[in-house]
Nanobody
Framework: QVQLVESGGGLVQAGGSLRLSCVAS?????????MEWFRQAPGKQRSLVAFISSSGTTNYAGSVKGRFTISRDNTKNTVYLQMNNLKPEDTAVYYC??????????WGQGTQVTVSS
C-alpha cells in the first residue's frame, strides 16, 4: 500500500556532497508517519542514520551529526537527506523507511552512495 522510491545516490569524492530523496506513494487513506534513513555497508548491519517525525522532530546517528541534515515535505510525501563533507566510511546503500497508518512498515529499494578517498 506504500511504495518508497529513493534517488540521488552516486559516486563522490571525500569532502563532497550528495542529496538523497525518497518519495512515498500511497493511497489517499494512508497517512505517512515518521520517515527515516538507514544505511548498510558491505559486511555490516543496517543502521539508522537519521529520523524525522511527522511534525519535524529530527535525530541523527553520532557519526553523521553536523554533516547530514534530514528534512521532509509533507505535501509531497518526500524525505530528503542532505549529506555534506562526505567520508569514505559513509559508503553504503542508503534505505528509506517509514511507518504508515494503517498500512504498516515499509522500506525502499536502496540507493548506492560511494565516497572515494
Amino acid at each position: 500500500q506504500v511504495q518508497l522510491v529513493e534517488s540521488g545516490g552516486g559516486l563522490v569524492q571525500a569532502g563532497g556532497s550528495l542529496r538523497l530523496s525518497c518519495v512515498a506513494s500511497t493511497r489517499s487513506n494512508v497517512k505517512i508517519g515518521a520517515m527515516e534513513w538507514f544505511r548498510q555497508a558491505p559486511g555490516k548491519q543496517r543502521s539508522l542514520v537519521a529520523f524525522i517525525s511527522s511534525s519535524g522532530t529530527t535525530n541523527y546517528a553520532g557519526s553523521v551529526k553536523g554533516r547530514f541534515t534530514i528534512s521532509r515535505d509533507n505535501t509531497k510525501n518526500t524525505v530528503y537527506l542532505q549529506m555534506n563533507n562526505l567520508k569514505p566510511e559513509d559508503t553504503a546503500v542508503y534505505y528509506c523507511y517509514t511507518v504508515a497508518t494503517p498500512a504498516g512498515h515499509y522500506w525502499g529499494q536502496g540507493t548506492q552512495v560511494t565516497v572515494s578517498s
